[in-house]
């Protein structure tokens, strides 16, 4: 899934490739991914491109005031084209879900692998009217959110610190995979509980917070929409590398798994060289 990272360079690519382009057609693969009725998709031809922003995981192509929002999910992804196809998108006979074009000829297609359907995107006047954006938390490379903050947060929840960090209503933009980098680099559990947390450990914690994801900011910054998944998974300590070694200490990368996701850890650095319990097969070790 595209976390802050790569959302913001995201943005940043659609903002240099449609700077003073029109919007000339907008055409729906998938009437699922369209989660909004009104303003009607049209409403957005013949405006131009104002800008693009980020809201968490979410990006906001802003076309004379008409905002096209989406939010790429699980396995959504944004594949840009310097020449469009001519041919008309037909629904439910490829898995682009939703297709842009420009005045200049190029565009783009919001792409959905697998089954599991998670993509969405609206057409709004306001942001604000996409619910999930209205809910969000702070942005965590935000100048206001600073460790007091952070401290404060971390205060009034007594929920493991990993979940903390994933809930896009308390911090916006942070998913399983920066999760996993974020914590390895502060050296703490994923099951330790925010409000527990030493004021020691809560300073390692936001400044791992922030110096992690803006790294990766940094890493991810002017690299075509192609690259960056290839980058993120590049520069990962951690997430996705089980089994493997910690490039920390040596020791093995581990995992812990659920339903639908996993987690990856290093137990010398982050619990005390102590193994945590897979939840499938028994409960957690503290």
């Known amino acids: 899934m595209p976390e802050l990272p790569e959302v913001q360079a995201l943005a940043d690519f659609l903002g240099r490739r449609t700077d003073g382009l029109v919007v000339t057609g907008v055409e729906l693969g998938s009437f699922a ?3 909004t009725f009104t303003p009607p998709p049209d409403a957005l031809v013949g405006a131009p ?10 990006l906001d192509l802003d076309c004379g005031g008409t905002h096209l929002v989406f939010h790429l999910a699980r396995a959504g992804w944004l594949r840009w084209s310097d020449a469009m196809p001519a041919t008309v998108l037909r629904p439910g006979k490829s898995p682009i879900a939703l297709r842009v074009r420009f005045d200049d000829g190029s565009g783009f297609d919001l792409t959905e692998a697998g089954t599991k359907k998670g993509l969405a995107a609206y057409v ?40 903390l960090l994933r809930d896009q209503a308390l911090i916006a933009g ?22 527990k947390l030493e004021p020691e450990q809560v300073t390692r914690l936001y400044t791992a917070l ?43 990368v581990r995992e812990v798994s659920f339903a ?6 290093c137990a010398t650095c982050q619990t005390g060289g102590k193994p945590l319990a897979d939840r499938r097969t028994s409960k957690f070790l503290k």
Do not use: W
């Open 33 to 35: 991914v369209l989660k």
């Open 210 to 252: 922030r110096e992690t994801l803006a790294a990766a900011v940094a890493t991810a910054s002017g690299k075509p929409a192609k690259e960056l998944k290839d980058a993120k998974r590049a520069g990962m300590r951690v997430h996705g590398r089980t089994g493997e070694v910690c490039p920390e200490c040596g020791d093995v």
């Open 174 to 195: 942070v998913g399983n995979a920066y999760s996993d980098e974020i914590l390895h680099v502060a050296k703490l559990s994923p099951f330790a509980i925010a409000a």
């Open 124 to 163: 709004v006047n306001r942001v604000e009217d996409v619910p999930r954006i209205a809910s969000l938390g702070p942005d965590p490379l935000a100048d206001e959110f600073t460790e007091e903050v952070f401290a404060a947060l971390l205060a009034d929840h007594r929920m493991q610190v990993k979940g």
């Open 260 to 265: 639908d996701s996993s987690l990856q850890y």
């Open 49 to 58: 491109v104002d800008g693009v922003g980020r809201h968490g995981k979410f």
